[in-house]
């Protein structure tokens, strides 16, 4: 799971060596393809979380750990042989890499574990278009006040549109559709999105890039150590239920989801624009609210739908006013 044209501009400044090599003959039709995929198949990633819940007791920290862990175990062969850079890269600073890999690593394990207990707490639907919703806001907020970056007057319309879709779609409810503790995840699970995301934007301002690959997989594995105490004491293993669907659900996860999805974002965000991303990226709130009323029974209420549209749409704002700055000259 990912959202939005954050990422996007994260992984083009992160990724420019390792994934450029990648796709240098990349068609664009192949990028939106490859985009259309990760989306897709990020939006099923909580679906499969809320059916391991009903069908074992595993936890979210649990179920994030065995992700990371698994996903970086089936990233290695495709780290191991990227192809090589064409120009060796200049050394960077220790102290600078570390926190970019640790920081990135301790800031999608928050955001991905908070989702988990979102989806627990207060269903799928609910919980993915929060948590997408948000994490946007949070990054362009953040990158305001911490890295100076302009949003526009535009943007700032934008962030308080996606605010009124949060504030529909929260308050909007009858008591018991929408559940506090959830909403507090999927603004937990936010912030930490955007903390790894502004880290990301910082550390690539000041020329630490790294190929899209190393990033992914470091990430992962930082992400599992952290998980590791917090999953030991919540459960590693399921102890009832249906296993077998349990362990296969897991195994999609990691293969689908993570190992496959990830990889092909990061190529097809190299030949697309961030906004263009950002916008295609929309299709995992979707697809996640799909599966929610088809096979979940979850219920979309008026409030949940209109709040849903206001904030998806001020998502896209926000892409198209960050488009619009990039493409003005820096005035001096």
């Known amino acids: 799971m990912k959202t939005s044209q954050d990422l996007a501009v994260n992984a083009e400044a992160l990724g420019r060596g390792g994934s450029r090599s990648l796709t240098g003959s990349l068609s664009v039709r192949r990028g939106f393809a490859f985009l259309a995929f990760a989306g897709i198949a990020w939006g099923t990633t909580g679906a499969a979380v809320e059916v391991i819940y009903r069908t074992s007791d595993l936890g979210p920290m649990a179920i994030s750990f065995w992700r990371f862990l698994a996903g970086a175990v089936l990233l290695l062969p495709a780290w191991a042989l990227r192809p090589a850079r064409k120009a060796p890269r200049a050394p960077q600073p220790a102290g600078r890499r570390v926190l970019l890999l640790v920081g990135t690593g301790v800031g999608l394990a928050v955001f ?30 953040g990158g305001r006040l911490f890295l100076g970056e302009r949003i526009g007057r535009a943007g700032v319309l934008a962030v308080a549109g996606a605010l009124a879709g949060l504030t529909v779609l929260v308050l909007g409810n009858q008591p018991g559709v929408v559940h506090p503790a959830g909403v507090a995840m999927a603004l937990l699970s936010a912030a930490g999105y955007a903390v790894s995301n502004l880290l990301g934007r910082w550390t690539g301002r000041h020329g630490t890039g790294e190929d899209a690959f190393t990033l992914t997989l470091w990430s992962f594995l930082i992400g599992a150590a952290v998980m590791l105490p917090m999953a030991f004491h919540e459960g590693l293993l ?20 993570t190992a496959l999805a990830y990889p092909l974002y990061f190529v097809g965000v190299a030949v697309l624009r961030a906004a263009t991303a950002s916008v295609m990226m929309l299709l995992e709130p979707v697809s996640a609210a799909i599966l929610a009323v088809l096979f979940l029974y979850e219920r979309l209420t008026t409030a949940t739908v209109a709040g849903t549209v206001i904030l998806l749409g001020a998502i896209a704002a926000l892409a198209l006013a960050e488009s619009r700055l990039q493409a003005k000259p820096e005035v001096p």
């Not at 991905?112 to 907020?141: E, K, N, S, W």
């Open 112 to 141: 991905q574990t908070a989702y988990f207990a979102a989806v627990r707490d207060t269903g799928l639907a609910v919980g993915t278009i929060v948590t997408l919703g948000v994490a946007p806001v949070f990054t362009a907020a």
């Open 238 to 257: 399921p102890q009832g239920g249906n296993l077998t669907e349990a362990a296969l659900l897991m195994l999609y996860i990691a293969a689908v989801t």
